[in-house]
């Protein structure tokens, strides 16, 4: 009996304990361990985060890639001695990227928005909607019957799940850009927090009024010019419901704005850089054997021959690439990669990140400016060339500047194309200056595209101020686009008649993996070309990648604490 009431004594006393703990926890839980401050005090003015984040999720038709070291560049013979593509380690941080490149379905529904938000009949936005237009003429050939291919590839739904071509770099940046919005307009709507702008019948969703992410989160109110029916205000528990009328739903984002702090909003969707998509293309997760982590492995897939070695598939072609000379997809009835051209995404296995088409069926842009050499003396983490730092434009009352259906700038391309710097409805943004990088170590100026290799730093004049030239070096020699306006406003079809010697310039752009006009070789993850930023091709196309916030991975490491005897 005794032993029984020790017992007994015993589990109460231990029920006791837990339970303190457990209030312990969940005081501490709502509260700064740092200040002891209540985030459900208001009293602390609001200050705290989110508590309930329950960390990111992927975003729409996206995995993702968790990050780690890899040797960029090829261990390989390189047959075309262009020496630009030497091995260096590099550290990738995890980030998310389509599963498989934007398709003419999908790019065709953004011309449908910008065609409804743009209309070209009106002359503001004509150039607008002009811009965003894929190139169909890319199919033409001087000794090449491809009528077929201008007038039905990006439209006709026979090519629906095709990855879209003829997008030059810029227009694919465009793309991006967009689809940010569109993500987080829809997120919003879904939380409750915006109604749908589209289905309302008292909004004119044209021009500057639509929604945009950097807008929203600097201001709502510089929506719409302020007009607050866009916004979901919810409905109080005690307002009277009709017979039979189910209450609404209420989220706990319902009758306020959303911040970031909040958590909830996508990060910005944008070109992955190289080193991010060699790294994905090459998916070493797979196989942790010497070769494939020393940069060895020379495909997408597990192996270094490009035919199936399963039993069932056995000698099927495991890419859509061209396979010799007049040869696009093999013999009939055997052997064939099932495509001429492009074919729609998916159509073969993914690597080991879950990505498709990584090597063939379209080569794919990505966000770097192209120099010869990767420097990793200089950075070995997350590798990128193209920086332009800027900041948002502040007017003289301190406000920040939008951009109007009348303020719209335009930049004028080399091949004559125009193109909107900033969108109406968005917020400016300029170059930082000098005064804003003084005394910083980590760069001195907004442009840094030429870097260490280019720029006046890189040249015999280094020692000399950029203010005391009268022209600055360049360090390559490519062709500068004659930029004489003529009468009709636009810019004179004039070609550089000077000697040049390379195509190097700061409008070059990365292009990465082989396409189903390309040889076995380019199907490489390391190899790389480039074009300038302004052209397209039948054979280019991209996919979007955005950045992973926290942890590298969905695994979560436990921290672990060491005692430390003195």
């Known amino acids: 009996m005794k032993n029984i009431f020790n017992v007994t004594k015993f589990l109460l006393l231990g029920i006791i304990s837990i339970a303190i703990v457990s209030c312990h926890n969940r005081s501490s839980n709502n509260s700064s361990s740092l200040t002891g401050w209540s985030s459900k005090d208001k009293s602390s003015g609001g ?19 968790e990050g780690g070291s890899f040797t960029m560049g090829q261990v390989q013979d390189d047959v075309l001695f262009d020496w630009n593509t030497t091995p260096v380690q590099q550290q990738v941080r995890s980030f998310y990227l389509d599963e498989a490149e934007v398709t003419n379905s999908e790019y065709l529904f953004y011309l449908e928005w910008m065609e409804k938000v743009f209309p070209p009949s009106d002359p503001r936005y004509a150039d607008i909607y002009q811009s965003a237009v894929p190139d169909t003429l890319v199919w033409r050939d001087v000794l090449g019957f491809n009528e077929l291919l201008t007038e039905n590839y990006l439209r006709h739904p026979a090519y629906a799940d095709y990855p879209v071509v003829g997008v030059s770099w810029v227009q694919a940046n465009q793309y991006c850009k967009w689809r940010t919005n569109m993500v987080n307009e829809k997120i919003l709507m879904d939380k409750g927090v915006l109604n749908p702008l589209f289905k309302s019948d008292t909004l004119l969703i044209q021009g500057q009024n639509h929604f945009n992410t950097d807008a929203y989160l600097e201001n709502p109110n510089l ?8 916004y ?20 706990e984002f319902t009758g306020r704005h959303v911040k970031v702090s909040d958590g909830i909003l996508s990060t910005k969707f944008r070109l992955p850089t190289e080193a991010e998509w060699e790294f994905a293309a090459k998916a070493i997760v797979e196989n942790r054997e010497y070769n494939n982590i020393r940069g060895r492995k020379k495909y997408a897939w597990d192996g270094k021959y490009t035919r199936n070695k399963s039993k069932r598939y056995k000698g099927d072609q495991l890419a859509n690439f061209k396979q010799g000379k007049g040869d696009y997809s093999g013999v009939p009835g055997w052997s064939n990669d099932g495509a001429d051209i492009t074919i729609s995404v998916k159509s073969y296995d993914p690597n080991a990140f879950g990505l498709y088409d ?11 400016v192209y120099r010869p050499i990767i420097d990793n003396d200089a950075n070995d983490f997350n590798y990128f060339r193209g920086n332009i730092f800027t900041k948002k434009m502040i007017d003289a009352e301190g406000k920040v500047v ?16 125009l193109i909107a710097k900033e969108l109406p409805g968005s ?4 170059p930082v200056t000098k005064r804003d990088a003084y ?12 870097a260490k290799d280019g720029d006046l730093a890189s040249t015999k004049l280094y020692n000399k101020n950029e203010d005391e030239l009268e022209s600055k070096p360049r360090m390559y020699n490519s062709p500068i686009k004659p930029r004489v306006i003529g009468e009709s406003g636009l810019l004179m079809q004039q070609y550089d008649v000077e000697k040049r010697n390379t195509l190097i310039s700061d409008k070059s752009r990365v292009f990465k993996g082989g396409s189903w006009k390309d040889r076995e070789y380019w199907l490489d993850p390391s190899q790389r070309r480039y074009l300038p930023e302004y052209m397209a091709t039948n054979y280019i196309g991209f996919r979007c990648a955005t950045d992973r916030l926290g942890p590298m991975t969905y695994k979560r490491r436990k921290p672990t604490t060491t005692k430390v005897n003195y």
């Open 47 to 65: 200050f705290s985060s989110n508590t309930n984040y329950k960390g990111q999720q992927a975003p729409p038709g996206m995995v993702l890639i």
């Open 223 to 230: 929506l719409f010019n302020g007009d607050s029916t866009i």
């Open 232 to 251: 979901n205000k919810g409905l109080p528990s005690n307002v009277a419901r009709k017979k039979g009328e189910a209450r609404p739903s209420r989220d």
């Open 358 to 368: 990584m090597s063939g069926n379209v080569a794919e842009w990505v966000a770097d």
């Open 402 to 417: 939008m951009v109007d259906d009348n303020s719209v700038e335009f930049d004028t391309l080399d091949n004559g194309k």
């Open 427 to 430: 917020i400016k943004y300029v």
């Open 439 to 450: 005394m910083r170590n980590n760069y001195e100026k907004a442009y840094n595209v030429d």
